[in-house]
């Protein structure tokens, strides 16, 4: 069992930045892919980014690359999403997701994985 936590999430201007941790525990965190999700108000929940066990390799949703970075610490079995740039429509609750498959895609497009945090709720307002 893993068990996931997020935090940073809050309140910003449009334009600002904020970053999120996902800190998990239960099980070998770096044996885990690990990424992000979002659900905007009345809407689907939608893929963000996913980061392979190493970090070698980082998926991301191609409305968020290059405003959103996911990295990891697997000393501190924690993956981050550093969010620049914001804008109201990027107001969602953000989901930290885990998996134990090595195979990050399609897998992730599913959002059918093995563990999820409560998640942290972003708003940016105008």
């Known amino acids: 069992q893993v068990q996931l936590v997020e935090s940073g999430g809050g309140l910003v201007q449009a334009g600002g930045s904020l970053r999120l941790s996902c800190v998990a525990s239960?099980?070998?965190?770096?044996?885990?892919?690990m990424g992000w999700f979002r659900r905007p108000p009345g809407k689907e929940r939608e893929f963000v980014g996913a980061i392979t066990y190493t970090g070698d390799l980082i998926y991301y949703s191609d409305s968020m690359k290059g405003r959103f970075t996911v990295s990891r610490d697997n000393a501190k079995n924690t993956v981050y999403l550093q969010m620049n740039s914001l804008t109201p429509e990027d107001t969602a609750v953000y989901y930290c997701?885990?998996?134990?498959?090595?195979?990050?895609?399609?897998?992730?497009?599913?959002?059918?994985?093995?563990?999820w945090g409560q998640g942290t709720q972003v708003t940016v307002s105008s």
């Open positions: 239960g099980r070998t965190f770096s044996r885990y892919v």
């Open positions: 997701a885990a998996d134990s498959n090595s195979a990050v895609w399609p897998l992730w497009s599913t959002g059918k994985l093995d563990y």
